[in-house]
């Protein structure tokens, strides 16, 4: 069996930075915490603690789901002959596809994340929608339809050649 639409570029990110991981180790370290004193050791936690009930559910969500949730955060870019595919794994179930014709222009870009988008993930901003995970670069695209899209590479330039190659593969 043949794949005639072979990938040719592949990026996977994830949220691996230091102040993400406090931003979700620290809540989740308190909710174990206040559990353990409250459910195991039997001392009400806080000034105005919650029922065991409403501790568990505490625990449940911040102690266990919250982490997960941002451990199974992915952003996915694939370049194929016939475009662009990106996933943003939760929020994306299945690949957004970007055919090349679609495709006006794209280019390696250095970006603000704060000013320009307002920070990291699925934003909107002044320049268009982003896709980002981390880091000031990426490879914005511009569509035939003058809508723009950039999305956030830690190898911006390779991304870029890639979706030379491909768009080059296409044409033959």
């Not at 949730?69 to 943003?88: A, H, N, P, Q, W």
Request: aromatic share 16%; proline share 5%; glycine share 10%.
């Amino acid at each position: 069996m043949t794949n005639d639409n072979p990938v040719i570029y592949r990026e996977v990110q994830k949220f691996d930075q230091f102040w993400i991981r406090l931003l979700v180790i620290l809540p989740a370290a308190m909710a174990w915490y206040g559990a353990i004193e409250q459910l195991v050791y039997g001392r009400p936690y806080g000034n105005n603690p919650v029922s065991d009930h409403g501790m568990i559910a505490i625990w449940v969500i911040f102690g266990f789901l919250f982490p997960l949730f941002m451990m199974s955060i992915r952003l996915i870019v694939e370049v194929k002959t016939d475009g662009i595919y990106v996933k943003f794994f939760p929020f994306h179930l299945s690949y957004r596809h970007f055919p090349f014709e679609n495709i006006s222009a794209y280019s390696a870009i250095t970006y603000r994340p704060i000013l320009d988008y307002g920070g990291w993930g699925i934003r909107y901003g002044s320049k268009g929608k982003a896709y980002n995970i981390s880091g000031n670069r990426g490879v914005m695209l511009e569509f035939r339809n003058g809508k723009h899209l950039m999305l956030g590479s830690q190898e911006a330039e390779i991304f870029k050649m890639a979706i030379d190659q491909g768009r080059n593969k296409k044409v033959r």
